[in-house]
C-alpha cells in the first residue's frame, strides 16, 4: 500500500502537471515567442533548470525532477527524455526532433523483457552539444562538450569532447571542424554579405 501512496504523490507532483502542461502547449504554433513561453513554463519541473529554456512543441518528459538543464538549451519538436536515472544537459545544447534520450533499459528475465524490471545509468550532454533530428542516446552514457551527433545516430557509448559521431552504434567520424557562418540570426536570412 506504500508504493500506492508514493505513487499517486509522484503523479500529483510532477507527472500530471507535466501531462497538462503538455496538453495545454503543444498545438501552440513553433515561433519566437511560443517556443521561449513554453520553456519558461516548464522550468519549475526539472531539478534545476537555467535561463533562456527553449522548447518546441510536443517535447515528452518523464521523471523531470531528475533532468538538470544549463542555460541557452534548445529542445526540438517531439523529442522525447527520460530522467529516471538522472540526466544532466549542459550549456547550450540543442536537441534536434525526434531526438529521444533514456537513463534506463530494460532487463532480461526469465526469457522475457516484460516482467524483467530496468536498470538506471545516468547521462551527460556536454556543453555547446548538437544532437541532430532522430538521434537515440542510452543510459549511461556521456557526451563530452561541442560534439555533433548526426542525425539518427544511436549513441550507445561515451563520445569524447569536440567529436563528430554517426552511425548505429555512433562511432566517431572525425573532429568537429570551426566554420563560418553565413546566417548569425533570422534578420540576416537571405542576405548575400
Known amino acids: 500500500m506504500q508504493a500506492w501512496i508514493k505513487e499517486i504523490k509522484y503523479q500529483l507532483r510532477w507527472g500530471l502537471p507535466i501531462w497538462l502542461l503538455w496538453l495545454l502547449t503543444t498545438w501552440w504554433p513553433n515561433n519566437r515567442v511560443t517556443i521561449w513561453l513554453r520553456g519558461m513554463l516548464h522550468r519549475p519541473f526539472f531539478k534545476r533548470c537555467g535561463r533562456n529554456l527553449q522548447m518546441a512543441s510536443g517535447v515528452r518528459l518523464l521523471n523531470s525532477h531528475n533532468i538538470e538543464i544549463g542555460n541557452d538549451v534548445y529542445i526540438a519538436y517531439y523529442a522525447w527524455l527520460n530522467g529516471l536515472g538522472g540526466l544532466i544537459i549542459e550549456d547550450e545544447v540543442v536537441i534536434g526532433p525526434y531526438v529521444t534520450i533514456s537513463t534506463l533499459t530494460h532487463c ?30 542510452s543510459h549511461g552514457v556521456t557526451i563530452g562538450a561541442g560534439c555533433l551527433v548526426a542525425a539518427n545516430a544511436a549513441v550507445t557509448n561515451d563520445v569524447p569532447p569536440g567529436m563528430m559521431v554517426g ?27
Open 108 to 137: 532480461y528475465k526469465n526469457g522475457s523483457f516484460r516482467f524483467g524490471g530496468a536498470k538506471t545509468g545516468s547521462v551527460r550532454i556536454g556543453r555547446g552539444s548538437w544532437l541532430a533530428a532522430h538521434v537515440s542516446v
Open 167 to 193: 552511425g548505429v552504434p555512433a562511432k566517431v567520424i572525425r573532429p568537429c571542424r570551426e566554420e563560418e557562418a553565413q546566417i548569425t540570426s533570422r534578420s540576416g536570412f537571405g542576405s548575400s554579405a
